[in-house]
């Protein structure tokens, strides 16, 4: 493998790494938004 597909590679992983904690993020706010609406109603 010579640098040019060492470094495509990489960006590629990169991406999907970046894919990853971006729906992990998503998630988290929105179990963040439906805590917040139950502390609300709670109230």
């Known amino acids: 493998m010579n640098e040019m597909e060492q470094i ?3 960006i590629e992983e ?6 990853r904690l ?10 963040l ?3 917040k609406s139950l502390l609300k109603q709670s109230r």
Not at 14 to 19: D, F, R
Not at 22 to 31: P, S, Y
Request: charged share 30%; net charge positive.
């Open 22 to 31: 971006h729906d992990l993020v998503v998630k988290q706010d929105r179990e």
């Open 14 to 19: 990169l991406s999907k790494q970046i894919a």
């Open 33 to 35: 938004q439906a805590i």
């Open 8 to 10: 495509k590679w990489g």
